[in-house]
């Protein structure tokens, strides 16, 4: 019998979710949503008696079948991770292939981890409060009872009631998509959305608010609160139409009809969402140059990287972002070249490698696996890193070198998709059907044996430490630059004289840097002994370090800044810190400040910390060695 995923109480082994119906009403002054889900199910074989569905902190208050007649159910006592178990007894037992429905009435409370409420004035235009959700790993079932597992993947139908406007993760039906969304004063609006490919429970979302929409081009638009919306249009018009042309120049067609981004509020944990048809998206890419716009390309790449192809468990969620990551670097080269794509490979490695060395010292090195060997009752969200994405990136380049690169890789990658469209799969089953397609391929002579004797697959997988299982070729044509001015620098620090060694430096310095560029000269100082005081203020006089726009380079900047005892800069990372909730930014920071000093760290998190997500709130604790919040 199939391995059960280790994250979700349910029995999808036994009966699974093919779609699913919401019917919610938002209830902003108790700040809860609530309502009914319902289920139709299939048994996987015979002799099935109940479903029991995953739950967390929702109060229960009736279940009914098809024919509306009341079922029994119950609620065990609730696990620490998982929730509670929901027991649904079926009206009579189903043989394999026999469908039935499932009508569960319940409510959210104010303990849901996959919402963040925000009052008004934690809004760009400061008018209305916000409601988001961000449900991957394992906080769908906090939002509605379900099967919460990558394994199970359906379609859904939703109707939404509330004064202000609601997006959803699905194609809009009423009121009609062509309309503009206004907010109702005086009565509440019913909308209703509908999703027509299965998606596993994570990539359902809900956003709503005082938002304005714009589209950029046939099948792309772009989502804000009205204040933020140029800023938004302007950043991602170029690109977004563009990323997905070329991507389906390299894969099979696009399968969801428009794809939208939403700008989201500063408290939005991570840097993009890739909720099927709408993905959410942090302020902090809001730069002004164009110069972010490769999440876009990321997140894009979930189409079918995650959202279409996917992981059947969160052990093997590096075949979602890994796959993601090498497209997104794939549509940076369409424009870049071979030195853009080298040049992000670049930057992911650096990210690759403070993951690892964290793990090593905290002892945590089975997160440093591709595939993570999780027990039951894990919380997914512990293992969250780079390293899905960047180990798992550099093995599929590793393996585009290996069989002869692009022009006999692309045609696999191709099929690879069109193989498990619709599928959730493990590791292995990426792995037989790799060696299957080159099996067959003419050049099979040459190419499986490489494939099966020259790739360390135990290595890739399951080993663990600070390298990789070959060492990484990029092109550091962009790179070089990079890295001669942090040497300049690291050179200056070690002259006998402070006055000489700073002559040579000037702010025409950055002038022909791309962003990126910059963000590579401060990660290669950051590997350097920590720079004196004065050299930190004449580098950030010259450079403007401390004030810019560009929140990837404020990051940097600030991880090279509080890299000794932060005295001069501590006091701005403090105050930039707590109007970041991305992770990437927020946790690093945090860390940085805690280290240098503790007091202001926890007396700045806990002053703020209601601005943070749920998610990102509970690691920001753990990072802060503080109690976990009363729930």
Known sequence: MARADPATQSNYLSIRTTSLHLEWDIDWTARTICGHVEHVLEAQHDDVQEAIFDSSYLVITG??????????????????????????????????????????????????????????????????PFLYSQCQAIHMRSLAPCMDTPAVKATYTSTVTSYLPVLMSALRVSPPSEEVLAISHDKEVTYKYRQPVAIPSYLIAIAAGEVAYKRVGKRTGVWADPKTLPKAVYEFEEDMEKFLTVAETILPPYAWGDYDVLVLPPSFPFGGMENANLTFLTPTLLAGDRSLVDVIAHELSHSWAGNNVGCKDWGSFFLNESWTTYLERLLVRHDQGEPGRGFSYILGYKALQDSLAAYEKSGETRYQRLVVPYAFGEDPDDGFSTVPYDKGANLLLHLEGLVGGLDVFLPYVKEYFITFAGKSIGAFDWQAHLFEYFGKHKDAATILPKLKNEVDWDAWFNGEGLTLPVKPKYDTTLADAAYALAERWEGARKSSSATDGLKQFKASDLDKFSSSQTVVFLETLEQYDALPAEYLQRMNELYSLDTTENAEIRLRWYNVALKGDGRDFKASAAKWVVTVGRMKMCRPITKALFKCDPDLAVKTFLAAESFYHPIARNQLRKDLKLPAATQ
């Open 63 to 128: 279940a009914t079948g098809s024919d509306g007649v009341s079922l029994p159910y119950k609620l065990d006592d609730r696990h620490p991770v998982m929730g509670n178990a929901l027991h649904v007894h079926l009206p009579t037992p189903l043989k394999k292939g026999q469908s039935t429905s499932v009508r569960i009435e319940y409510a959210s409370t104010d303990k849901c981890t996959a919402l963040g409420w925000l009052e008004a004035n934690q809004t760009a235009s400061g008018n209305h």
